[in-house]
């Protein structure tokens, strides 16, 4: 099920099975993407990496990420694009910049609590209603369905992901610290630049941070780096000179011991075998 507007507003709705899941891989520009699983067993290649996801775990996937089904058994999905409801213009509202979509090196997945299961399915049967009910209020309806379960989302994954020792000023400057990230991390490669954004200091960044994960500012800018290093050595054939200069290095060894250091090989064995291709648990443990 689908709406299209008169100005190319597009909200894709269904339900995805192995017989269908062919219409995962069909994201458009500027499209971002709610994925629900409703039974266990699900197997996706994500950026080379390879997950199981469980019956209700939502993830966040935007039109960057390199997504192939291997095996879904049941899942939902929500996908919408730009013209329909830009979350970047509205992030007032929805408080999931920086957190679900563009502030991420790692695939965010919400795990929906036993108590907020059926406020999420209300929510999503209202969509599907919504769909089928054609006047002039159809899009300010859906819009709102959407806002509302992307706040149900953001609201979940901040709570699971200790964002709840912040105060919302604090939360705040964390999600914008990530956007920036995503924005820049081709060209900005220190804390201190990125605190110069924010007007705040490397230190107020760090402690911050340390509230919510054991990662440190620096670590976020070089997992996005090498998060692309991968997209772009496994997805595409430029060379990895060319890979190394697009995503800021001055030559292409220093580029070689940055991925060397994270990855554990070259970049060219990297791409020659294929790798990341380890199963990777919700947790964002790899095995």
Request: net charge neutral.
């Amino acid at each position: 099920m689908q709406y299209k507007g008169s100005t190319n507003e597009k909200l894709r709705i269904y339900n995805l099975d192995n017989e269908n899941h062919a219409e995962l891989s069909k994201s458009e520009e500027s499209d971002l993407t709610l994925l629900w699983f409703t039974k266990d067993g699900n197997h996706l290649a994500i950026d080379g990496i390879d997950y199981e996801f469980k019956k209700n775990q939502i993830i966040c996937l935007t039109e960057f990420h390199q997504v192939e089904a291997k095996k879904i058994v049941a899942a939902q999905m929500i996908r919408f694009n730009r013209p329909f409801y830009c979350i970047l213009d509205h992030d007032s509202e929805v408080g999931c910049k920086g957190v679900l979509f563009f502030g991420a090196s790692s695939l965010p997945v919400i795990y929906v609590p036993e108590e907020e299961l059926r406020t999420f399915e209300t929510v999503f049967e209202m969509f599907v209603l919504e769909l089928k009910t054609e006047d002039n209020l159809q899009l300010e309806m859906l819009q709102m369905m959407l806002k509302r379960f992307l706040i149900l989302c953001a609201r979940v994954y901040k709570k699971q992901e200790d964002y709840m020792q912040m105060d919302d000023h604090q939360i705040d400057i964390v999600r914008e610290y990530n956007f920036l990230v995503e924005q820049h991390f081709k060209t900005k490669h220190t804390v201190a630049e990125y605190a110069d954004l924010l007007f705040k200091s490397p230190k107020t960044l760090s402690n911050l941070f340390s509230k919510i994960s054991s990662k440190t500012p620096l670590q976020y800018i070089q997992d996005r780096k090498m998060l692309e290093a991968r997209r772009l050595l496994r997805y595409t054939d430029k060379s990895v000179k060319h890979i190394a200069i697009e995503i800021g290095f001055e030559d292409i060894q220093t580029f070689g011991r940055f991925f060397k250091k994270n990855e554990g090989v070259s970049p060219s064995f990297f791409r020659e075998n294929k790798l990341s291709g380890k199963i990777a648990h919700p947790s964002g443990k790899t095995t």
